[in-house]
């Protein structure tokens, strides 16, 4: 079972419609959460990187957020934009340097 | 700074066949890492190298073995390579192991 653990698998939204990606994990021991945004053909950016003493980070419209306790992750994309198709993969690294890659959530903006 | 670059960004080989695939990670990084990308399976670790040294391994049979040189440059070797090889290998390198990871264009792989 994959240890990390994102949703929804795809999502459409409308240009300019905020949405919100959901990333579970079970990774231990926690080191730190990553969020990458991958456009087609092409590799991963990053888009943040968050440690177990930080709950929030941006990115211009993207905000990522970690609840530790839960060990839940979510990303936030604020009015959204044709260039913000791709997939976003949550990553999860732990103490020993290993990390944990999520499937991913296809983000499709439509006019 | 330069980026990570790997070569070739496309290939097509025949079952059977062997490939080597090259990473050069960005200046000053010494970790590099491989994955291996597919529709149905997403990103998939194969291995990780710090130092010349491989340090973390992922799931992926014998056939998969890598390796790294001094300047941190790392090639990546597939022998014997089968239809379900075909992938995107990207490569990735970061400076330390909670620093940014910094992913490369990555290998189109094309087993026919």
């Known amino acids: 079972k994959n240890q990390v653990e994102q949703s929804p698998q795809s999502l459409i939204i409308l240009e300019g419609k905020n949405c919100t990606l959901q990333?579970?994990?079970?990774?231990?021991?926690?080191?730190?959460l990553r969020w990458y945004k991958q456009d087609t053909g092409r590799g991963p950016v990053s888009l943040t990187i968050m440690t177990f003493s930080e709950n929030t980070k941006s990115n211009g419209r993207y905000t990522a957020t970690l609840d530790a306790d839960t060990k839940q992750s979510s990303l936030h994309i604020t009015a959204s934009q044709l260039s913000d198709s791709a997939s976003y993969i949550c990553v999860v690294g732990r103490d020993d340097y290993k990390l944990s890659f999520g499937a991913g959530t296809t983000v499709t903006v439509r006019a | 700074k330069a980026g990570v670059t790997q070569t070739p960004r496309y290939l097509i080989k025949t079952r059977g066949q062997q490939v080597t695939l090259s990473c050069s990670p960005i200046?000053?990084?010494?970790?590099v890492s491989w994955y291996q990308q597919t529709p149905g399976q997403g990103l998939q670790f194969l291995f990780e190298y710090f130092s010349e040294t491989q340090r973390n391994k992922g799931n992926f049979p014998g056939r998969f073995s890598g390796r790294q040189f001094s300047n941190s440059r790392s090639e990546m070797n597939v022998s014997t390579l089968e239809l379900g090889d075909s992938a995107l290998y990207l490569c990735?390198?970061?400076?330390?192991?909670?620093?940014?990871?910094?992913f490369g264009p990555g290998t189109r792989l094309t087993v026919l």
């Open positions: 200046s000053g990084h010494r970790s």
């Open positions: 990735a390198s970061r400076l330390g192991d909670y620093n940014e990871q910094f």
């Open positions: 990333c579970n994990y079970t990774v231990s021991p926690f080191s730190n």
